[in-house]
């Protein structure tokens, strides 16, 4: 009897399944049309069709629940049954669901169109995001004119958005209660299925702390050294305007003037691929090859012709790089607004690691074709991104010429590193530690500014440039904020895209512990088989087990572990408690002066 019940179950969820992979084969060519051009016409086509999609979903979890599967024999059966019980946001009612999705659309759409005027011509007027406030961030020295954009853009792209979030954050909070969740924060980690999930950041964050206060107390002194004491304090907090990031969240463009070794000869990645006329359809094939020579598979036909990889110049489209899945087995595409620049180039390896992951496991039932969760999703392309940035791939490339490897080169380069993968963990975990409050209720609308800044403050160590209040929303300058992102995954991907990291180079024969010759910080995968074929088999599981699964195939553990992290960048952490030393830097901050509760 079971048995047969059982029998029935499985054709009936292979059939949902099928369905389900046609309406989000239609849900995501219709989100492409509005995100590729940003008009009124397009976003009333994706309501309409986004309506209709969770109409059916609807109609298909009402069927769904009257199957007695929690007793099934089959464990991948089980799992396939528990993740179509959860309806998610279709759970709302269509006039709510409505409301939500327009609440969402109006501030990305904000988000995507905001233009600021220029600092040095205020009646050019038409500056967006991307190209232009981030050239200005990637390059500008000057202080007045960094507080100003950072002002600016903070008004158009932030406070703009709060009506809109509050609603979404009731919406949202509704439709969570609807699935069986308390809120928003419990259904966000739930996709993490682990019942310790806040307390293990909290445990990482503590990991990884001394070495964060350690480069944060060099920056700082680094900085005060350029734009004085007025500007930058010797205890407190960094203004934020002045880290080369428009949200703070990497580091790497102050790389330049503020490295432990100045005289040595600095590898500007971006003026290399200028100087060698690189151009963006040239950095892909570039990342491309670099999958294929790991054995894993290349992009494909439908990949070069559909995807949008330059910023059009006649319409208006969300810049913000994303990977797109349509769920057919061949649609699989990149939208990118790339510029020539080293950052880009470790964004293309990203997004290009979305997209192998796509094609790794598009063989699953679409229910499966998931990351193990989606913490490795996003660290699958940065930890490619690693070899690509390590000093021997990029002579190898001829991108760096010469320099044999010396003591005070490989501090350099691990400080270049530590701006980009050190300093982002205190801003990734904020991000959603706020959140996680606003949705609980324990931050209200009314406190959302001051709470934003004082998780910023206590967890990263930097303060607004000027008084901020409850007219400003500055979290919602964050593309993820206003485009209803979560963010716990990039926090996670930083912290295991070490542990692949470090078995990836152990398979490929490039790191071996304690060989000083094998150092992890100049391994290279590239060409390595081994490497891409434990990667690939790692992929392939999509989400049909549960992640832990996934990490012990690939690294022998079973945990989320700081371990590799620390590892990787252990000389740069003893260097900087040695110079930090030694010139009397304060480590950590005492609290801002400026008012922002
Ligand atoms: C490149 C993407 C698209 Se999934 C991104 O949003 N990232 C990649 C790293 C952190 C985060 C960000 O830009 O804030
Ligand atoms: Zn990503």
């Not at 046609?22 to 849900?27: A, E, L, P, S, T």
């Not at 151009?279 to 559909?306: C, H, V, Y």
């Not at 607004?337 to 699953?364: D, P, W």
Request: net charge negative.
């Amino acid at each position: 009897e079971l048995e047969a019940l059982e029998h029935e179950g499985r054709e009936y969820i292979l059939e949902l399944d099928r369905a389900t992979g046609v309406r989000r084969n239609r849900g995501s060519l219709a989100e492409w049309a509005y995100a590729a051009n940003l008009t009124k016409e397009n976003e009333d086509r994706l309501m309409q069709i986004r309506l209709e999609l969770s109409q059916q979903e609807k109609a298909a979890w009402e069927e769904t629940r009257m199957y007695k599967w929690q007793g099934f024999q089959d464990k991948e059966l089980k799992r396939m049954f528990r993740k179509y019980n959860e309806l998610g946001v279709s759970a709302l009612d269509d006039e709510k669901y409505q409301q939500l999705m327009r609440a969402v659309s109006g501030m990305e759409s904000n988000y995507a169109t905001a233009k600021i005027c220029s600092y040095k011509n205020r009646t050019k007027c038409d500056l967006e995001l991307e190209p232009e406030i981030v050239e200005i961030f990637t390059k500008s020295e000057d202080p007045e004119e960094l507080k100003y954009t950072w002002l600016e853009w903070h008004k158009v792209a932030g406070a703009k958005a709060r009506n809109n979030f509050t609603r979404y954050v009731e919406l949202y909070n509704e439709a969570a209660k609807l699935n069986g969740y308390k809120n928003v924060a419990d259904l966000w980690q739930a996709d993490y299925e682990m019942t310790d999930f806040e307390e293990q950041l909290e445990s990482l964050w503590c990991d990884v702390k001394p070495l964060y206060e350690q480069i944060h107390a060099y920056v700082r002194k680094k900085l005060r050294d350029k734009y004085g004491e007025e500007v930058v304090s010797k205890r407190g907090p960094i203004p934020a305007y002045l880290l080369g990031n428009m949200w703070a969240q990497t580091w790497g463009n102050i790389e330049s003037f503020t490295r432990p070794y100045p005289d040595k000869k600095e590898m500007d990645i971006t003026q290399a691929m200028k100087d060698q006329k690189y151009t963006p359809i040239k950095m892909f094939q570039m990342a491309d090859e670099f999958f294929r020579s790991l054995n894993l598979t290349g992009m494909n036909e439908k990949f070069w012709k559909n995807s949008i990889i330059e910023k059009p110049t006649n319409r208006e489209i969300v810049c913000h790089a994303s990977a797109w899945d349509f769920f057919d087995g061949e649609d699989f595409r990149i939208k990118m607004c790339t510029e020539v620049t080293g950052e880009h180039l470790r964004v293309i390896h990203h997004e290009m690691g979305h997209v192998e992951y796509f094609m790794q496991y598009k063989h699953h039932p679409t229910v499966f074709r998931d990351g193990a969760n989606t913490g490795f999703h996003e660290a699958l392309g940065d930890t490619i991104a690693l070899s690509v940035s390590s000093p021997k791939h990029l002579r190898r490339v001829g991108l760096v010429s010469g320099d044999a490897d010396d003591e005070q080169s490989e501090i350099n380069q691990l400080y270049k590193m530590g701006l980009d993968k050190i300093v982002f963990l205190p801003f990734a975990y904020m991000l959603d530690l706020f959140r996680y409050g606003v949705f609980r209720g324990t931050t209200t609308p009314e406190e959302y500014n001051c709470q934003y800044w004082r998780l910023r403050e206590s967890l990263q160590g930097v303060e607004p440039p000027s008084v901020r209040t409850e007219q400003d929303f500055d979290a919602a300058a964050k593309y993820h904020v206003s485009a209803n992102v979560e963010y716990a995954r990039y926090y996670v991907s930083f912290i295991i895209q070490f542990q692949f990291h470090r078995a990836l180079c152990s398979l490929a024969g490039e790191y071996a512990p304690g060989d000083v010759n094998r150092k992890l910080v100049d391994c290279d995968i590239y060409q390595s088989v081994a490497a891409g074929n434990a990667l690939a088999n790692m992929m392939r599981m999509g989400s049909s087990r549960p992640w832990q699964d996934a990490m012990e195939a690939l690294t022998g553990q079973r945990e989320m572990k700081a371990d590799g992290l620390l590892e990787y960048f252990r000389p740069l952490y003893e260097w900087l408690v040695a110079e930090n030393q030694r010139t009397g830097e304060y480590i950590g901050w005492e609290p801002s002066k400026i008012q922002y509760c």
